[in-house]
Structure formats: structure tokens, C-alpha cells
């Protein structure tokens, strides 16, 4: 019993002493050796934390190395160099490859007009120089101080008609028709009109230049004729197609003659009127000789009463669904019509396919305020549209059938009957469309009508000059009498 005591005493024996002795007790310190004491053991930390960063080393700059490193060395600056390079290649390849496409691409191409084809000629009726001279100005002097005026316009072609007797001319040159003036009258005319910048054109209609009697010499004294007027600085001559100079043969001549004062700038032309529904043609023995540069047609048919409303439509569909390509036409009004009509043919006349050749009885006179007179104002208007607007000049032509409503409750009219018409005059991406309310009645647009057409346009001008701004083309009511040209 003391052995034992003694043995647990010296911690030699017993269980206690064993655990706190050896390499893999509980307790124990690796290695083999004993802990200093117990508090030790307990008072150790069972998760030791990472050590706080220095808040200065943290936010210290990177260098150059640094930054190389982190975003993956000089191999991707390199890569960064070339992928901007390689951008820069695409987007010049795509801008090219554009340009390539649009030059390429087929578009209209305008074809080079002759002066006539450009100009509006008008014609200076027999009238105008009798009354001026009445009132005492000299009919010849009235028109040279009106030439500015007349230019200021747009004119560029004057039409002198009713100059010459038929008793005199050919045969002599120095003799004119005494109610107009004398041939050095005629001749500053000629001259000022072209200081003007206005070409001027003689009428030779009906005046019986070959006679019955010997051919061979009339025609050489026409053409004698012909080539004194030129020299004077004539830019061409009128005839009918039922003179007898309106032949191949006596063309022909004439066109000898225009050769000896044409030139790249300036060239002399011939227009014929006319007369009947169609032009006879002139059978020539070489396609490329063209003898007849324009023709002068006439919207109405001639009548010695004033045409109806249905008449002047029908006469107006006529002459749009029959319209020959293969000439260079010059619309005039021709027949009587109401004065309500008068603007509604102008806007007609402006924007068909040719050269309008607009009479003096039908609109300008200098005495009046162009803001005044809604006809002059109108007219201007025109004018400017047409040199403004391409489809005016090359462009294509589209007659247009199409329905209306009418909007008065009292019509007897049936939609096959109104006296309504439009047609499009088409340039590229332009399109203008010219509407024309020839009746007494107010008419509005079906809307199913013409469905390929835009839903909106823009007016241009109307013959109200009461017209502008956008405007929707199904909720557009026409006026009596009214024509309007709207552009999409």
C-alpha cells in the first residue's frame, strides 16, 4: 500500500501520470517534449489571423513591368496594335466597297438638252404690237423695253408672228408688214433680244413661200431669204405642215443653210405647227438626218365656240395617252376655252414632257404687280419648278386612270364621266403629280386610288397659289377648275 502511494506521488505510476508523458497523448507537444504547464495549452489561439496589409503598400502605383504583366506581357500590346489596324483596314474596305456600289449601281442619267429643249418659247401675237402701236409707243419699241421683263421670267425663245406680208416676202427682204415696223425696227429688236439673252424665232406659217410659178427660183430666193434673217441673228423660223415648204426636198435645203452659221454653242432650229390631230410624216432616205427639230402641238382642237368642261378633258386624255417619244414637242393651248380653264391649261402646259410655248393673250403684261396678278405669280411659280425640278425636265411620263369621289350631293356625274385627270412626271427618286379638276364640282380622291403612291406629298403650287405645306393625298379635295402639283 506505501509502494503504491509512492509510485503516484513520483507520477511514475498510474493512469494521470502516463497522459501527460509521451509524443501521442492528449495534451501532448510534438516532438516529445512535455508542456510547460497546463495554462499554456489552453491559452493558445485555436485560428491565428493573416497579419493586417500595410494600407500604403496597397495603393502603391504598379510600373511598367507591373502593368506588362498584368495585362499579359508585350505580346498583347502588340495584338491591341493590330486588331485597331485590322479595324481600320475593314472599315475603309466597307467605306470603298460602298462608294463602288453606288457608282456602279444604275441610276438616270440626264442626257445633254439643246437650248429649245430647255427654253419656254413665247409667242408675240400680232395683237400686242397693233394695240401698242395705237397707243402710240411703236409696237416694236413696247417689246424691247418688255424683254427684261420677259426674261426676268424664264423666258428664253420669242416666237414673232405675223411679221412678214405675203405679197412681199421672199422677194423682198426690206419689206415687212408696215403695221409692225420697219426692217431697221425689226432688226434692233433681233439684236436687243439676244443682248437679252432671249432667242428670237420668225413665223413663216402660211405664207405661201413657194408660189405656183417657177420652183427652182423661189426656193433659192427663200433660202436667200433664210440666210439674211440669219445673219441678223435669227435662232430659227416657223412654217406649218401644210405649207408647201414642209417637204423633204425643200428641208433639206434649208438645212444646207442652218449648217453655215451653226456652232457648238448656238444652233439654229426649225418648228412646225401642228395643224391636224396627226403630223405627216416626211419620208426621209437617212434616219440620221433630222429636219424638223420641234413640233407645235395644240392641247384643244380649234372651235370657234368655247369647249365644255368634258370637251376640254376629253381633248386633254387625248393628248396625253397619244403622245409620240420619237419628237421633241412644244405644248400651246390652241382652241377656246372658259377663262375659269385658262391657269389649269398653264399648269398643264408647264409640266408636260416638251416646251411650252405660252401665248401673250393668255397671261403676262409688265403694267401689272406679279403679286397682284395671280396669273403672272402662278406662272413665275412654274417657271421656277421647272428649273429647279429634274422630273420637269427628264423626266419620264405615267398617265394616271384613276377614281374619284365626288364630294357635291347633286351631281349627276358618273365616276366614268368627271372631267378629272393626273399624270406623274418621274426623275430618279422624284415624283411629281399633277392633278386636274377640269369641272364646275368639287372633287375629292378615292382613297383606294393609285395605292402605290405615297400616303403623303408636299403641294409645289397650285392655281390658287393657296396651296403648300405637307398634305395627305387621300383627304385632298380638288377645287373647280383647280390643278395643283404635289411632290413626293
Same mark, same amino acid.
Given at each position: 500500500?506505501?509502494?503504491?502511494?509512492?509510485?503516484?506521488?513520483?507520477?511514475?505510476? =498510474?493512469?494521470? &501520470?502516463?497522459?501527460?508523458?509521451?509524443?501521442?497523448?492528449?495534451? !501532448?507537444?510534438?516532438?516529445? /517534449?512535455?508542456?510547460?504547464?497546463? !495554462?499554456?495549452?489552453?491559452?493558445?489561439?485555436?485560428?491565428?489571423?493573416?497579419?493586417?496589409?500595410?494600407?500604403? /503598400? +496597397?495603393?502603391?502605383?504598379?510600373?511598367?513591368?507591373?502593368?506588362?504583366?498584368?495585362?499579359?506581357?508585350? #505580346?498583347?500590346? $502588340?495584338?491591341?496594335?493590330?486588331?485597331?489596324?485590322?479595324?481600320?483596314?475593314?472599315?475603309?474596305?466597307?467605306?470603298?466597297?460602298?462608294?463602288?456600289?453606288?457608282?456602279?449601281?444604275? +441610276?438616270?442619267?440626264?442626257?445633254?438638252?439643246?437650248?429649245?429643249?430647255?427654253?419656254?418659247?413665247?409667242?408675240?401675237?400680232?395683237?400686242?404690237?397693233?394695240?401698242?402701236?395705237?397707243?402710240?409707243?411703236?409696237?416694236?419699241?413696247?417689246?424691247?423695253?418688255?424683254?427684261?421683263?420677259?426674261?426676268?421670267?424664264?423666258?428664253?425663245?420669242?416666237?414673232?408672228?405675223?411679221?412678214?406680208?405675203?405679197?412681199?416676202? *421672199?422677194?423682198?427682204?426690206?419689206?415687212?408688214?408696215?403695221?409692225?415696223?420697219?426692217?431697221?425696227?425689226?432688226? +434692233?429688236?433681233?439684236?436687243?433680244?439676244?443682248?437679252? !439673252?432671249?432667242?428670237?424665232?420668225?413665223?413663216?406659217?402660211?405664207?405661201?413661200?413657194? =408660189?405656183?410659178?417657177?420652183?427652182?427660183?423661189?426656193?433659192?430666193?427663200?433660202?436667200?431669204?433664210?440666210?439674211?434673217?440669219?445673219?441678223?441673228?435669227?435662232? &430659227?423660223?416657223?412654217?406649218?405642215?401644210?405649207?408647201?415648204?414642209?417637204?423633204?426636198?425643200?428641208?433639206?435645203?434649208?438645212?444646207?443653210?442652218?449648217?453655215?452659221?451653226?456652232?457648238?454653242?448656238?444652233?439654229?432650229?426649225?418648228?412646225?405647227?401642228?395643224?391636224?390631230?396627226?403630223?405627216?410624216?416626211?419620208?426621209?432616205?437617212?434616219?440620221?438626218?433630222?429636219?424638223?427639230?420641234?413640233?407645235? $402641238?395644240?392641247?384643244?382642237?380649234? %372651235?370657234?365656240?368655247?369647249?365644255?368642261?368634258?370637251?376640254?378633258?376629253?381633248?386633254?386624255?387625248?393628248?396625253?395617252?397619244?403622245?409620240?417619244?420619237?419628237?421633241?414637242?412644244?405644248?400651246?393651248?390652241?382652241? /377656246?376655252?372658259?377663262?375659269?380653264?385658262? /391657269?389649269?391649261?398653264?399648269?398643264?402646259?408647264?409640266?408636260?414632257?416638251?416646251?411650252?410655248?405660252?401665248?401673250?393673250?393668255?397671261?403676262?403684261?409688265?403694267?401689272?404687280?406679279?403679286?397682284?396678278?395671280?396669273?403672272?405669280?402662278?406662272?413665275?411659280?412654274?417657271?421656277?419648278?421647272?428649273?429647279?425640278?429634274?422630273?420637269?425636265?427628264?423626266? %419620264?411620263?405615267?398617265?394616271? *386612270?384613276?377614281?374619284?369621289?365626288?364630294?357635291?350631293?347633286?351631281?349627276?356625274?358618273?365616276?366614268?364621266?368627271?372631267?378629272?385627270?393626273?399624270?406623274?412626271?418621274?426623275?430618279?427618286?422624284?415624283?411629281?403629280?399633277?392633278?386636274?379638276?377640269? #369641272?364646275?364640282?368639287?372633287?375629292?380622291?378615292?382613297?383606294?386610288?393609285?395605292?402605290?403612291? *405615297?400616303?403623303?406629298?408636299?403641294?409645289?403650287?397650285?392655281?390658287?397659289?393657296?396651296?403648300?405645306? %405637307?398634305?395627305?393625298?387621300?383627304?385632298?379635295?380638288?377645287?373647280?377648275?383647280?390643278?395643283?402639283?404635289?411632290?413626293?
Amino acid at each position: 500500500m506505501e509502494q503504491t502511494d509512492k509510485e503516484v506521488a513520483g507520477g511514475t505510476v =498510474g493512469t494521470p &501520470g502516463r497522459m501527460n508523458a509521451g509524443d501521442t497523448g492528449y495534451g !501532448g507537444v510534438p516532438g516529445g /517534449k512535455q508542456a510547460s504547464s497546463a !495554462g499554456d495549452s489552453e491559452a493558445a489561439p485555436l485560428l491565428v489571423p493573416e497579419p493586417e496589409a500595410d494600407p500604403a /503598400k +496597397h495603393w502603391k502605383p504598379m510600373s511598367k513591368p507591373e502593368l506588362e504583366a498584368a495585362a499579359g506581357g508585350p #505580346g498583347w500590346r $502588340k495584338m491591341r496594335c493590330y486588331a485597331v489596324v485590322l479595324f481600320w483596314l475593314v472599315w475603309v474596305a466597307m467605306l470603298t466597297i460602298s462608294i463602288v456600289i453606288i457608282v456602279m449601281s444604275p +441610276h438616270p442619267v440626264a442626257a445633254p438638252l439643246k437650248w429649245w429643249q430647255k427654253s419656254l418659247f413665247y409667242r408675240l401675237q400680232p395683237s400686242l404690237l397693233t394695240g401698242a402701236q395705237a397707243k402710240g409707243s411703236g409696237g416694236i419699241n413696247a417689246i424691247c423695253e418688255q424683254l427684261p421683263y420677259l426674261r426676268s421670267l424664264g423666258i428664253g425663245a420669242l416666237i414673232l408672228e405675223g411679221l412678214f406680208d405675203e405679197e412681199v416676202f *421672199p422677194s423682198n427682204l426690206n419689206e415687212t408688214n408696215e403695221r409692225f415696223g420697219t426692217l431697221p425696227q425689226i432688226q +434692233h429688236l433681233i439684236a436687243e433680244s439676244n443682248k437679252t !439673252g432671249l432667242k428670237m424665232l420668225l413665223d413663216l406659217c402660211e405664207l405661201n413661200l413657194l =408660189g405656183p410659178h417657177d420652183l427652182s427660183r423661189n426656193t433659192a430666193t427663200i433660202q436667200h431669204a433664210l440666210r439674211f434673217w440669219l445673219e441678223q441673228g435669227a435662232a &430659227g423660223f416657223v412654217i406649218c405642215d401644210t405649207d408647201a415648204a414642209y417637204s423633204v426636198k425643200t428641208l433639206m435645203g434649208w438645212r444646207d443653210v442652218f449648217k453655215e452659221f451653226n456652232s457648238d454653242h448656238e444652233e439654229r432650229i426649225m418648228v412646225v405647227k401642228q395643224t391636224g390631230d396627226v403630223l405627216p410624216l416626211l419620208n426621209t432616205t437617212s434616219k440620221n438626218v433630222k429636219l424638223v427639230d420641234v413640233v407645235m $402641238k395644240s392641247i384643244l382642237p380649234s %372651235s370657234r365656240h368655247h369647249l365644255s368642261a368634258h370637251e376640254v378633258a376629253a381633248a386633254i386624255k387625248t393628248q396625253l395617252q397619244t403622245r409620240e417619244e420619237d419628237i421633241w414637242p412644244s405644248w400651246t393651248i390652241g382652241g /377656246k376655252a372658259s377663262h375659269n380653264l385658262k /391657269k389649269l391649261l398653264l399648269v398643264l402646259m408647264m409640266t408636260l414632257p416638251g416646251s411650252p410655248a405660252v401665248q401673250h393673250n393668255y397671261m403676262i403684261d409688265q403694267t401689272q404687280d406679279s403679286k397682284t396678278n395671280s396669273t403672272v405669280a402662278l406662272f413665275s411659280s412654274l417657271s421656277d419648278s421647272r428649273a429647279r425640278e429634274e422630273a420637269l425636265l427628264y423626266g %419620264s411620263f405615267t398617265f394616271l *386612270p384613276y377614281n374619284t369621289s365626288n364630294s357635291s350631293s347633286n351631281s349627276t356625274l358618273s365616276p366614268s364621266s368627271h372631267p378629272m385627270l393626273a399624270f406623274l412626271r418621274s426623275w430618279g427618286c422624284v415624283h411629281l403629280l399633277i392633278l386636274l379638276n377640269a #369641272g364646275p364640282e368639287l372633287h375629292s380622291l378615292d382613297p383606294a386610288w393609285a395605292p402605290s403612291l *405615297p400616303e403623303h406629298g408636299v403641294f409645289v403650287t397650285s392655281t390658287g397659289m393657296d396651296r403648300m405645306g %405637307s398634305t395627305p393625298l387621300n383627304a385632298l379635295e380638288l377645287q373647280p377648275y383647280e390643278a395643283v402639283v404635289i411632290k413626293f
